[in-house]
T-cell receptor, first 111, second 112 residues
Framework: KQEVTQIPAALSVPEGENLVLNCSFT??????LQWFRQDPGKGLTSLLL?????REQTSGRLNASLDKSSGRSTLYIAASQPGDSATYLC??????????FGTGTSLTVIP | DGGITQSPKYLFRKEGQNVTLSCEQN?????MYWYRQDPGQGLRLIYY???????QKGDIAEGYSVSREKKESFPLTVTSAQKNPTAFYLC???????????FGSGTQLSVL
């Protein structure tokens, strides 16, 4: 069974720093990988989706990369802001309709 | 605006009571899902539905029931058989096999 791991569980950085969040998965035969943001008591908001044939996706200050062979994805956040404080989750999909989630990284950006 | 609406935002259950969580989507998505989220744990799949009048059990279906009578609606009932129902419940939808999930804002269920 697919296992998705996100390390660290929590991260604090000063405002303005660039940072990287990690996601690893055990079965490399994925369909795609999706990064989400979750604010406390809220639902998940999709940030980026990377298809299995792609190496990276970018949206504004966010860049997600995918290395299927090593079972890893990273989410790079440039010039972090206090508003980026949230929990970030990754999810991998097999066949496009079965999803496995990591437990998330809780990010705090200190003003 | 298209999206997924979950209600209520907060729900309290008395012992022995069944409660129903609502999930409605206007994205015209085929597939709908219910997940349970507990602190410090990943999302766990309760039920999913690919088409109207059909649904499948997920990893933790015991103590829960669903129906899918309309494409737009996928209500979840937490029955009295679910002994530890306190959790944050998330409804999601997708175009079947697209691999992209969209989520509602969640319902926090607590036991009185």
């Amino acid at each position: 069974k697919q296992e998705v791991t996100q390390i660290p569980a929590a991260l604090s950085v000063p405002e303005g720093e660039n940072l990287v969040l990690n996601c690893s998965f055990t079965d490399s035969a994925i369909y795609n990988l999706q990064w989400f943001r979750q604010d406390p008591g809220k639902g998940l908001t999709s940030l980026l989706l990377i298809q299995s044939s792609q190496r990276e996706q970018t949206s504004g200050r966010l860049n997600a990369s995918l290395d299927k062979s090593s079972g890893r994805s990273t989410l790079y956040i440039a010039a972090s802001q206090p508003g980026d404080s949230a929990t970030y989750l990754c999810a991998v999909s097999h066949t496009g309709n079965q999803f496995y989630f990591g437990t998330g990284t809780s990010l705090t950006v200190i003003p | 605006d298209g999206g997924i609406t979950q209600s209520p935002k907060y729900l309290f259950r008395k012992e022995g009571q069944n409660v129903t969580l609502s999930c409605e989507q206007n994205l015209n998505h085929d597939a709908m899902y219910w997940y349970r989220q507990d602190p410090g744990q990943g999302l766990r799949l309760i039920y999913y539905s690919q088409i109207v009048n059909d649904f499948q059990k997920g990893d933790i279906a015991e103590g829960y029931s669903v129906s899918r009578e309309k494409k737009e609606s996928f209500p979840l009932t937490v029955t009295s058989a679910q002994k530890n129902p306190t959790a944050f419940y998330l409804c999601a939808s997708s175009i079947w096999t697209s691999g992209k999930l969209f989520f509602g804002s969640g319902t926090q269920l607590s036991v009185l």
